[in-house]
């Protein structure tokens, strides 16, 4: 085992004196949760992905139930989800009541393609709701046909961007601005792009949308008097009104400081993750074909969360649990993203088995290799040395 200094995990995050003072100064202020932070970090951040609003909220599960409740998803609605992507998906559309249907995903990139799209909507028989499109690794999907197809049927439009921090859509919008969906979700968990320790956010076009999130993430709590139901206790100082049932899903002021420090260092952060993503670009043609990543969708500009290669196990002769093995015993850390959902007990127990030949082809081959801020092109060199070393 390689010494525990050296040893490069598939992800982690990038945390300086700044982000620390930043931190100091919120727990020296007046407020711990709820104070001037988060407003501020949801304008900050609308700014830097073009929406209209942000909604901050606790993590990317809770943007996602949100999202789900307010864009009306309910009991007897079937959402359509990407079988490859985090549990969160899907289980936020349960949150709901709404039941999922798993669309299949291109073999290379696992992304959600209009074609697939087309087939789990076959599928849904009429009863789907919303669909789902999951920037896997930060690549984007096609998002105008995906967003024009779900306009045809009658379906909402929730982009789960949790890896596309900083991502550019071909159009050249920045992944979030809600140029085709109702609304796009992002989590700070500290293997994501940018974080705040525990962290969500939701961007929409809709301000309707945006204050029924606010209300929901708060009890339901009204406190915008020209939104009152009850007229008079616009003139009670005291009062505020539940208009709906919602949860505790505030994000702490300590933790919207961290995410506006972080922010601030966004660009040089993309910056680093595409740098990085180019030199594997080159260090693993030497790899080619037992190796590739697959090319950027025409015309996109990702910020990569995750460095997920393609290895043809079965050509080399080696298991995928050999390799992360192998890996690991040279001090370097893979994840496989992901387990496609449909194959979890608990979707096996509800739907029964299914078989999506792209998700399973993706889940197969699919080896995510360490990326992140702090990294530099020597680590790059050793990880791919080491992969040539292991696969060979
Ligand atoms: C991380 C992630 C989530 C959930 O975010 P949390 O902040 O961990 O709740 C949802 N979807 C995807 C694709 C993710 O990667």
Sequence with gaps: MADEADFLAYGRQDIDDEDIAAVVRALQSDFLTTGPEIPAFEAEFAVFTGAAHAVACSNGTTALHLALDALGVGEGDVCIVPAITFMATANAARYCGADIVFADVHRHSGLLTPETFAEALDRAGGKAKAVLPVHLAGVPCDMPQIAELARQHGLV??????????????????VG???????ATFSFH???????????????SNPDLAARMVRQRSHGIERDPARFA?????????????????????????NAALGRAQLARMP??????????????????????????????????????????????????????????ALKARGIGTQVHYIPVHTQPYYVQRYGRQSLPGAEAHYAQTLSLPLFTRMERRDVERVCGALAEVLA
């Design 157 to 174: 439009v929730v982009e789960d961007s949790c890896h596309a921090i900083g991502s550019r859509e071909a159009s050249g919008a920045m």
């Design 177 to 183: 601005a809600c140029r085709h969906g109702d609304a």
């Design 190 to 204: 500290p293997v994501k792009s940018l974080t705040t320790g525990e962290g969500g956010m939701v961007t929409t």
């Design 230 to 254: 009850r007229a008079e206790g616009a003139g009670e100082p005291w009062y505020h009104e539940m208009a709906s049932l919602g949860w505790n899903y505030r994000l702490p002021d300590i």
């Design 268 to 325: 040089a952060f993309a910056a680093r993750r595409r740098a990085l993503t180019a030199a594997y670009r080159e260090q693993l043609q030497e790899l080619a074909p037992l190796v590739s990543l697959p090319a950027d969708p025409a015309g996109s500009d990702p910020c990569r969360h995750l460095l997920n290669v393609r290895i043809d196990f079965a050509a080399a002769g080696r298991t995928r649990a050999e390799v992360m093995n």
